[in-house]
């Protein structure tokens, strides 16, 4: 296989797409148009084949549906036949060809398209006289971002290459560009990027302890010592509402609302922990979880070759803590809630806050008490007194434990050891988001 993290860029005459590598196989992203209409919201199938000299040395069929800006993401290879192309004996090229109505009558098809071998990310930059929705951060000129996909019609693109690549291979993308006169696509979507924060390994009594004074209830109890043997990251950040439309590109039960906060750097909410997890299809094992892949950590995965994961109920509170910096406060960053929290006394008008506002704990994190619950990996359990190694809680249960407390929680819970055990895997609400864990 090729080095990993390397990018495919296609152009094909009918479909722009973009293809990134991923463990095992490649991330796939496409306009798809039957002539000149979008095929928006649609189930199609795929046929994917990878040629060599005239020769298919691959194929592989996918069902897929795009979204309503006609957009198709899907993953190709995973099997062994993929495994086996000698990536080195090229050149290899690509054609697909596509039944817009999801059967077997393959009506539009593309021309083989070389596959080109690009050690870096794309960035697409608009013109200063792009229209608003087209801009960068903060409507100035600059890297594009977007909740969606960006597509930018009839504007100047400039691409920063410098120092990244050969002057023959700058040119022959630049050539490939100015002849497509179609619509580009940022390849390095700046929101699949999460801000991770190293937790060293270390040991610390989990539970209702002495600052906690008189708020604890009985689910806190017995406090007892944990060991947490290897580093591990954990998100900087809850999960953003941009960052779960860049991965899922819809959301899977109300859409935020104006109520409760909408805004890129809002945290996402309306989410179960199905809805992070998945239910059915594909699946990876990390670390004794296993995520389908129609939830958001999956996907996110495939997208970025990463592993990303749920924290443990006992990964979040030492992070929450402050891990081995910790000067043992009652909530996350401070005694004093107000420095550290969105909770329900301080929070008018009522309902989420852009992430990393408020101060964070000890070791940079932002929100892990208030804003909104965080779901964790854990089953509910009762704590037991014995000390613990490496906790990932009951094999099984009802309820799956959330952390943190939200903007309309009191400020018990919102403590550093309160645990919420009223959640089915299935519930979503205003208050429910997520953070995410990676191991070391």
């Not at 054609?95 to 050690?119: C, H, K, M, S, Y």
């Not at 249960?397 to 895997?425: A, D, H, K, Q, T």
């Amino acid at each position: 296989m090729m080095k990993r993290n390397t990018f495919i860029l296609l152009f094909f005459g009918i479909t722009f797409s973009v293809i990134s590598q991923i463990s095992n196989g490649f991330s796939y992203q496409a306009v798809i148009r039957d002539g000149e209409t979008l095929l928006k919201n649609q189930d199609i199938k795929i046929m994917f084949s990878i040629l060599r000299e005239g020769t298919e040395i691959f194929n592989q069929i996918k069902d897929g549906r795009t979204n309503e800006n006609g957009l198709l993401s899907t993953t190709v290879g995973g099997t062994p036949a993929f495994l086996d192309i000698d990536w080195a004996n090229g050149p290899l090229f690509i054609q697909t060809r596509i039944d817009p109505n999801g059967g077997f009558n393959f009506t539009i098809e593309t021309a083989p398209t070389q596959l080109l071998t690009v050690p870096y990310a794309l960035v697409a930059e608009t013109a200063l006289n792009a229209p608003p929705g087209e801009q960068g951060p903060q409507g100035e000129p600059g890297v594009a971002t977007a909740i969606e996909p960006l597509f930018l019609e009839n504007q100047t693109i400039s691409i920063d290459l410098s120092n990244y690549a050969e002057i023959d291979m700058i040119s022959s993308l630049i050539e490939e560009i100015n002849e497509l006169k179609e619509r580009v696509f940022i390849l390095e979507n700046p929101e699949l990027q999460h801000e991770m924060v190293l937790v060293q390994a270390g040991t610390f009594t989990m539970g209702c302890t002495s600052e906690q004074g008189s708020d604890c209830f009985s689910q806190e109890y017995p406090a007892h010592q944990v060991t947490l043997t290897n580093n591990y990251y954990i998100g900087k950040y809850a999960v953003t509402q941009a960052q779960w439309v860049a991965v899922m590109g819809s959301w899977p039960n109300s859409p935020p609302s104006l109520s409760y906060g909408v805004g890129d750097n809002y945290p996402a909410y309306y989410i179960s922990w199905n809805d992070i997890v998945g239910a059915s299809g594909t699946s990876m094992v990390i670390d004794g979880i296993t995520y389908y892949e129609n939830g958001f950590i999956y996907k996110l995965n495939q997208m970025t070759g990463k592993q990303y994961r749920l924290p443990t109920e006992a990964e979040w509170e030492y992070a929450a803590r402050g891990g081995s910096l910790s000067k043992n406060y009652k909530y996350s960053g401070s005694n004093n809630i107000n420095d550290v929290a969105w909770y329900n006394d301080n929070n008018a008008p009522y309902g989420t806050k852009p992430v990393g506002i408020m101060q964070p704990n000890e070791l940079g994190i932002y929100d892990m008490s208030g804003n909104v619950w965080e779901w964790v990996r854990d089953w509910f359990g009762n704590y037991t007194s014995d000390p613990k190694i490496n906790p990932t809680g009951p094999a099984t249960g009802s309820y799956r434990v959330n952390r943190g407390g939200s903007w309309g929680s009191r400020e018990s819970y919102c403590r550093v050891s309160y645990r919420y055990n009223s959640n089915y895997p299935v519930n979503y609400n205003n208050y429910l988001g997520f953070r995410l864990a990676l191991s070391q």
